[in-house]
């Protein structure tokens, strides 16, 4: 009879989350997890259970600032092992483990419109669901129709499109679940205009933002007085610096790693464009970008 490897064989002890984020950016996770398949992804939840270890969910790191210090507790990334994913007429499945990208540009080919306005939003679909991430006009939530989840404890829940609510940047998954996989219905669409909307979208995406640098996309989501970015730059902020972070002079709410920025340099940047948006126009800047392993009260003026 073959042996069953211990779950805990197959963890990364003190793994850099420089390493898995765009900012390349973050100290040491204690635990880094990257199971094979479900079974492994219930089996290293169950142990973390089991041992009082706090569990922190990834993708592709695009949306997130980790700490300098770290993280106490497992991460459990699942981009490089749950990627399935098929069209069959206009009906699409993808593991959440698939780049975002791939699916944009996979659905275009066959002629399904519903995603390529998302064309150049980095990162997996379960980041990408979790954020409800959009660009253009478009949602990724627009043509969802479910979603498969497994809950701390190791069990896997299939929700309908009645029990996912989402807004600008946000959705209702419990932060106590990870997404595994989901499937779309997209419509057929005459493929020139796709593409045209396709165009339209990586042409507004290189002429927008400095995508020649490290960064997480837009720090802040856009208030409802106006665009984020529009404040930063009236405060004067374009350029401002503190060690290798900046915030652009390209796009103001894109703040940049063009060196070996430290997340302490990005925390500076990002409480003072928020104090002085607050101060010079009375509007509060609240976080888009995901933050791990800070202090309670870090990003609080
Ligand atoms: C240059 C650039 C441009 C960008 N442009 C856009 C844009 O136009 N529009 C936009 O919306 N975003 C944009 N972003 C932000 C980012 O690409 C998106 O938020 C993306 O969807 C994040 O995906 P990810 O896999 O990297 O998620 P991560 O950054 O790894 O995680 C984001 C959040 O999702 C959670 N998470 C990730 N995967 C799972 C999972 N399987 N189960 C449960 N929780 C999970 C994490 O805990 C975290 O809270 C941009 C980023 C960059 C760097």
Request: no cysteine.
């Amino acid at each position: 009879m073959i042996k069953q490897m211990k779950i805990e064989n197959k963890f990364l002890k003190n793994e850099l989350m420089s390493k898995h984020t765009s900012y390349r950016i973050g100290g040491p996770a204690k635990i880094f997890f990257t199971p094979a398949n479900r079974n492994e992804l219930i089996q290293g939840l169950k142990y973390a259970k089991s041992n009082k270890i706090n569990i922190f969910f990834i993708g592709s790191g695009s949306n997130l600032l980790v700490s300098d210090r770290g993280i106490n507790g497992m991460v459990i990334s699942i981009k490089k092992n749950f990627k399935n994913f098929s069209i069959n007429n206009n009906k699409v499945f993808a593991e959440t483990g698939t780049m975002l990208g791939r699916i944009v540009n996979s659905t275009i080919k066959e002629g399904l419109t519903g995603l390529e306005s998302l064309v150049g939003v980095p990162g997996t679909l379960g980041g990408a669901l979790i954020m409800n991430a959009g660009a253009y006009g478009s949602e990724i939530s627009n043509y969802l129709k479910t979603v498969e989840v497994v809950t701390k404890n190791g069990i896997i829940k299939k929700y309908q499109s009645d029990d996912m609510k989402f807004s600008y940047r946000n959705s209702n998954f419990s932060d106590e679940e990870i997404l595994i996989s989901a499937e779309f219905e997209l419509n057929k669409a005459n493929k020139e205009e796709i593409n045209k909307k396709k165009i339209h979208a990586n042409k507004g995406r290189r002429s927008s933002q400095p995508l020649k640098f490290r960064s997480a996309g837009s720090v802040f989501k856009n208030p409802k007085e106006g665009p984020a970015g529009y404040f930063i730059e009236k405060a004067g902020l374009k350029g401002f610096q503190s060690g290798n972070a900046e915030i652009s002079e390209k796009h103001a709410n894109f703040f940049i790693n063009y060196g070996d920025a430290k997340a302490e340099d990005l925390v500076k940047l990002i409480l003072t464009a928020k104090k002085s948006v607050k101060k010079l126009f009375n509007v509060n800047l609240e976080l888009e970008i995901q933050t791990l392993g800070f202090k309670k009260g870090t990003f609080e003026l």
